[in-house]
């Protein structure tokens, strides 16, 4: 039985799906970077707050 992400295939990548399912990650989480951080407010709205929750829990994650 194939994996159920193995089906995204890039012609001439298909010996390497590591390499399909890092771009697709690299490209998602660009997009979603790219759509919090266009119009940044001082008084967060509600996609650059639930951001700023996530980098914050990673940054206190990764301090302790």
Avoid at 23 to 33: E, K, P, Y
Avoid at 34 to 49: A, E, F, I, N, W
Wanted: charged share 10%; aromatic share 8%; proline share 6%.
């Amino acid at each position: 039985m194939k994996e159920p992400l193995l089906y995204l295939q890039i012609p001439g990548l298909e010996m390497y799906p590591h390499v399909t399912h890092m771009w697709v990650t690299m490209i998602l989480l660009l997009a979603i970077a790219y759509l919090t951080t266009r119009r940044l407010q001082l008084v967060p709205g509600g996609g650059q707050s639930l951001m700023e929750l996530v980098v914050g829990g990673l940054l206190g994650f990764m301090e302790q």
